[in-house]
């Protein structure tokens, strides 16, 4: 089984920054893809950022584009997100994903209890 657990939510100012992580144990972490999901309340769940097991292939939503950058650590079995330029509109519950192959948009087979991001304009 695979666990995952994000931190670094918060409430920042519009304009400001945040940067999430999601420490992942219980696999081999460097064999994970890895997503960031966001759910704000009456909306979809969507994906704005995937990282491939190697960091070398990255996904962004058109939404986060820019402002948004994933990474990976691969000896500290962690991913983050680092938020920049944030939006009333980023509010959401942030959540960790986890799942074997490529496929940013696809289902994920492993997810964490999610973190909440609030923005004040």
């Known amino acids: 089984q695979v666990q995952l657990v994000e931190s670094g939510g918060g409430l920042v100012q519009a304009g400001g920054s945040l940067r999430l992580s999601c420490a992942v144990s219980?696999?081999?972490?460097?064999?994970?893809?890895m997503g960031w999901f966001r759910q704000a309340p009456g909306k979809e769940r969507e994906c704005v950022a995937a990282?491939?097991?190697?960091?070398?292939?990255?996904y962004y939503a058109d939404s986060v584009k820019g402002r948004f950058t994933i990474s990976r650590d691969n000896a500290k079995n962690t991913v983050y997100l680092q938020m920049n330029s944030l939006k009333p509109e980023d509010a959401a519950v942030y959540y960790c994903?986890?799942?074997?192959?490529?496929?940013?948009?696809?289902?994920?087979?492993?997810w964490g209890q999610g973190t909440q991001v609030t923005v004040s304009s």
């Open positions: 994903a986890a799942r074997l192959y490529w496929n940013p948009q696809g289902e994920y087979d492993y």
């Open positions: 990282i491939s097991w190697s960091g070398g292939t990255t």
């Open positions: 219980g696999r081999t972490f460097s064999r994970l893809n």
